[in-house]
């Protein structure tokens, strides 16, 4: 499997404030475009968790149905009127729609 990189990556604080620290991304954000497909999508998450990253993200920008997984939870539908969650980040779907 090759390497991937997220449409958008959250990093903590510490890891930005010390270009030493060896702290993974924090939370990875995948976009579904047309010609990709969730099983896809869901391997770049399993690969993101063998990197140490513990929170991922799929968005679907034609449903605005989201997928919110955390390392060795079960993954979480997300609808339009709920919100994303990775540990103390928390969004609202219906704020990501607005702005778009």
Request: proline share 7%; hydrophobic share 45%; with cysteine.
């Amino acid at each position: 499997m090759g390497r991937f990189v997220p449409d958008v990556a959250v990093q903590r604080r510490e890891a930005i404030q010390d270009p030493n620290a060896k702290l993974p991304i924090y939370l990875c954000v995948e976009i579904l475009s047309p010609r990709e497909r969730l099983g896809e999508m869901l391997a770049k998450g399993e690969a993101y968790y063998n990197w140490g990253v513990p929170y991922f993200w799929v968005m679907d920008p034609e449903t605005w149905i989201a997928g919110s997984y955390a390392k060795g939870e079960h993954p979480k539908e997300v609808a339009v009127d709920g919100e994303l969650t990775a540990g103390k980040i928390s969004i609202a779907m219906v704020e990501i729609v607005s702005e778009i």
